[in-house]
């Protein structure tokens, strides 16, 4: 009886599709500095969690500037081979500098550091400390990484028996796979001025959405307000009448950069490059509350002006 049951549940199985329907396995950590949580469904969920977080944990030694790691080594002057996965993400750093007329630049450590961002001990430098730092061109790839591991992890994943996956590293978010019910993904954005999140963004199947925001990071003196996003030209936090911008991208480190490169350009020179690009959405939150989209963000639950080709 035992054996025809099992018969029969094959043969189910094999017309069917047998849609087995896996409890996520999730998975929290902290990792380059933030809180990261994994949410994977799939028969190896459980093994691409622990693929990513060794991903992550080896992204965070080669490109912590603290530590003895490359990235450190490169700061400090020494002369190093690089293997070329890392030469590559390199250049590509450098093309969506390039790209971005500068806004995005991954060589702003001493700046950051002369703020006090990079450690928590906030100050106001002096106009020569920071004239100081802008010439001295260390790497930073704070900008950048957490988009590039999303993207890395998602081509783990995609190695493994995994259906799909929503990952949170440190407020960057990055979806793998399609849900089974073929609804998009929903990513609230959250609400700079506090409170709840402004909106959803709809997304299917593997994409990464970043949001840089003057909310996440900064200190406050005399008064005054000072973020944690520099404008490269002036090493003064970035004025471009922006709170937060969030892009979405298929690929990951395009995202993060030009999410931090978008806050610095402003609404106006950042919808120049997104009419000239094919290959991420924004949304732009104002200093006033105002919400701007780009047609094809699919942002829902608020209102907005829609910024057209
Ligand atoms: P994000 O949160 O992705 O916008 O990255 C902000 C972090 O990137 C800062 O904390 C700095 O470490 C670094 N950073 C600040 N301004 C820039 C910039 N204009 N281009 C590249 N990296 C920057
Ligand atoms: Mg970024």
């Known amino acids: 009886m035992k054996r025809l049951l099992c018969i029969f549940l094959t043969v189910c199985c094999l017309l069917g599709g047998c849609a087995k329907e896996y409890s996520p396995v ?37 490109w912590s500037v603290t530590g003895s790691g490359l990235l450190a080594r490169m700061n400090g002057g020494e002369e190093v081979s690089l293997e070329e996965a890392d030469a590559a993400l390199l250049a590509r750093l450098e093309a969506l500098s390039r790209r971005t007329g500068g806004a995005f630049d991954p060589r702003l ?10 450690n928590g001990q906030y100050r106001v430098p002096r106009q020569s400390e920071i004239d100081e730092a ?22 783990m994943l995609a190695e493994r028996q995994v259906e799909r996956a929503v990952l949170s590293l440190g407020g960057n ?37 970043v949001t840089s925001g003057s909310y996440q ?24 009448g922006l709170v937060s911008v969030t892009v979405i991208s298929r690929d990951g480190l395009t995202a993060d950069a030009l999410s931090t490169a978008l806050f610095v350009m402003g609404l106006e020179r950042g919808s120049t490059l997104w009419r000239e690009s094919d290959d991420f959405e924004a949304v732009f939150i104002l200093t006033d509350g105002k919400i701007y989209a780009t047609e094809g963000a699919n942002l829902r639950g608020c209102e907005y002006e829609v910024i057209a080709r």
Do not use: C
Not at 109 to 118: E, I, K, L, R
Not at 134 to 155: I, N, P, T, V
Not at 219 to 239: C, S
């Open 26 to 62: 999730e998975k929290s950590l902290w990792a380059m500095d933030t809180y990261m949580e994994l949410r994977i469904w799939g028969r190896d969920a459980a093994e691409g969690a622990d693929d990513i977080e060794t991903m992550l944990r080896e992204l965070e030694r080669k």
């Open 109 to 118: 450590h001493s700046v950051s550091q002369a703020w006090g961002f990079y």
């Open 173 to 209: 978010i990055q979806t793998y796979g399609e849900k089974p019910d073929g609804t998009p993904w929903g990513i609230a954005i959250a609400n700079p001025f506090g409170g709840d999140p402004v909106g959803t963004i709809h997304v299917s199947g593997t994409a990464s959405i």
């Open 134 to 155: 802008l010439s001295e061109k260390q790497w930073d790839l704070g900008a950048a990484l957490k988009g590039y591991a999303g993207q890395e992890a998602a081509r």
């Open 217 to 240: 990071r900064y200190f406050e003196k005399n008064g005054v307000r000072y973020h944690h996003i520099l404008n490269p030209q002036t090493g003064y936090p970035a004025d471009s």
